[in-house]
């Protein structure tokens, strides 16, 4: 069972319209009303941030418990285990910051040959730091929720719809336990508390006119998709492997001190057809980096902060984790099998991502799926 026992992620649910929102796990196909199997009313909110709040030692603990009672004292949860058909559900956690970076070495020198074809492909900070933006965490949005066509300046004096919506193939990771302003974060899984699923929607051409100097803005602040359900780092444990090798050796603040690369393997598929199997596990900066990066001048952590790996994307073609790369900025159409072709998305089209990781025993962890379905400009 791909949400057994060693699963387990979290989310929140309502089983009918009006009820308030809860915090629940997912178990085969049911959900686990925490606030009623465990009798905690932390898990009655309609977030996880007061849970996570709590720490690693909290975080571990509710999981051995949950585990518990699901494997030797299941009469106690059978009245609490809801149908999974007979739930909406919701964004998992407030955001409170959101910042997305750039970390795949495939991705980044596709770019940079697309678009820097007489140039080096990599800009000379891309291997000494991890390189990254802050988004717009008011538009973060559950899976399922319709993507409107951005509209924006495509280049001088013109304005329209974007004619080149594309999409991103992301892991995002979770904060919960906070820091101060000023101090660095401490260790990776001292903070983490797991990790979802992400589509980063972006507008190629609105991106493309308003990037310089100062970076990406509303090419990709107006939809960032995640998937409903947060699975926690322990789940994770037998998909943990060393980074991928780094030259040159990043400074002292960036070197790993433990295995935080993840071999996970995600699928995108447009319109019901796969068009791309992107590998996590060859990422160029790992998730521990990304932290310690993001606050080593003292930035602070808020519970609820969302930070995103950037493109996941293979050696392969068929392991490119964005539109712009599977079609070559649109020279190289993608064949669907319906016999129809893409370059950028159109209106109507359904974009899925879903991801599977190693579990003990050989069993197979399952983050579940973010959807999104483009909609016409307004």
């Given at each position: 069972?791909?949400?057994?026992?060693?699963?387990l992620?979290?989310g929140?649910?309502?089983?009918?319209e009006?009820?308030t929102?809860?915090?629940?796990?997912?178990?085969?196909?049911?959900?686990?009303?925490?606030?009623g199997?465990?009798?905690?009313?932390?898990?009655?909110t309609?977030?996880?941030?007061?849970?996570?709040?709590?720490?690693?030692?909290?975080?571990?603990?509710t999981?051995?418990?949950?585990?518990?009672?699901l494997?030797?004292?299941?009469?106690?949860?059978e009245p609490?285990?809801?149908?999974?058909?007979?739930?909406?559900?919701?964004?998992?956690?407030?955001?409170?910051?959101?910042?997305?970076?750039?970390c795949?070495?495939e991705h980044?020198?596709?770019?940079?040959?697309?678009?820097?074809?007489?140039?080096?492909?990599?800009?000379p900070?891309?291997?000494?730091?991890?390189?990254?933006?802050?988004?717009?965490?008011?538009?973060?949005?559950?899976?399922?929720?319709?993507?409107?066509?951005?509209?924006g300046?495509?280049?001088?004096g013109?304005f329209?719809p974007?004619?080149?919506l594309?999409?991103?193939a992301?892991?995002?990771?979770?904060?919960?336990?906070?820091?101060?302003?000023?101090?660095?974060?401490?260790?990776?899984?001292?903070?983490?508390?797991?990790?979802?699923l992400?589509?980063?929607w972006?507008?190629?051409?609105?991106?493309?006119?308003?990037?310089?100097?100062?970076?990406?803005?509303?090419?990709?602040?107006?939809?960032?998709s995640?998937?409903?359900?947060?699975?926690?780092?322990?789940?994770?444990?037998?998909?943990?492997?060393?980074?991928?090798?780094?030259?040159p050796?990043?400074?002292?603040?960036?070197r790993?001190?433990a295995?935080?690369?993840?071999?996970?393997?995600?699928?995108i598929?447009?319109?019901?057809?796969?068009?791309?199997?992107?590998?996590?596990?060859?990422?160029?900066?790992?998730?521990?980096?990304?932290?310690?990066?993001?606050t080593?001048?003292?930035?602070?952590?808020?519970?609820g902060d969302?930070?995103?790996?950037?493109?996941?994307?293979?050696?392969?073609?068929?392991?490119?984790?964005s539109?712009?790369?599977?079609?070559?900025?649109?020279?190289?159409p993608?064949?669907?099998?319906?016999g129809?072709?893409?370059?950028?998305?159109?209106?109507?089209?359904?974009?899925?991502?879903?991801?599977?990781?190693?579990?003990?025993?050989?069993?197979?962890?399952?983050?579940?799926?973010v959807?999104?379905?483009?909609?016409?400009?307004?």
């Amino acid at each position: 069972m791909s949400w057994g026992l060693e699963n387990l992620p979290y989310g929140v649910f309502s089983r009918h319209e009006g009820e308030t929102p809860r915090v629940g796990v997912r178990y085969g196909d049911h959900v686990v009303d925490l606030a009623g199997a465990l009798h905690d009313e932390v898990f009655a909110t309609g977030s996880l941030n007061a849970f996570m709040s709590r720490g690693p030692a909290a975080w571990r603990d509710t999981r051995t418990l949950i585990q518990n009672k699901l494997s030797t004292d299941r009469a106690v949860v059978e009245p609490h285990l809801v149908p999974l058909d007979r739930v909406t559900l919701h964004l998992p956690v407030e955001v409170a910051d959101y910042v997305d970076f750039y970390c795949s070495l495939e991705h980044a020198t596709n770019l940079g040959r697309m678009f820097r074809p007489d140039e080096e492909p990599l800009k000379p900070n891309w291997r000494h730091l991890p390189v990254g933006y802050h988004g717009r965490a008011g538009t973060v949005v559950a899976s399922g929720t319709p993507v409107v066509r951005p509209s924006g300046q495509r280049g001088a004096g013109v304005f329209g719809p974007s004619a080149k919506l594309d999409i991103e193939a992301e892991l995002g990771f979770v904060v919960g336990t906070p820091t101060a302003l000023g101090d660095r974060a401490g260790r990776f899984e001292d903070h983490v508390f797991g990790v979802t699923l992400v589509n980063d929607w972006s507008a190629r051409d609105i991106q493309a006119w308003e990037y310089v100097p100062l970076g990406p803005f509303l090419g990709k602040s107006f939809a960032t998709s995640i998937s409903p359900w947060i699975t926690p780092l322990a789940a994770l444990s037998e998909a943990r492997v060393e980074g991928r090798p780094q030259d040159p050796e990043p400074l002292g603040y960036l070197r790993r001190e433990a295995p935080w690369g993840l071999d996970l393997r995600l699928e995108i598929s447009v319109n019901g057809e796969v068009v791309s199997r992107p590998p996590y596990r060859d990422m160029y900066w790992t998730p521990d980096q990304m932290l310690a990066h993001m606050t080593v001048n003292g930035a602070a952590l808020r519970t609820g902060d969302l930070y995103a790996s950037g493109t996941v994307s293979g050696s392969g073609p068929g392991e490119r984790g964005s539109l712009i790369e599977l079609t070559w900025n649109g020279t190289e159409p993608l064949k669907l099998p319906d016999g129809s072709a893409r370059t950028f998305l159109e209106d109507g089209d359904t974009v899925t991502i879903t991801a599977t990781a190693p579990g003990p025993g050989g069993t197979v962890i399952t983050l579940g799926e973010v959807s999104g379905r483009i909609e016409p400009s307004r």
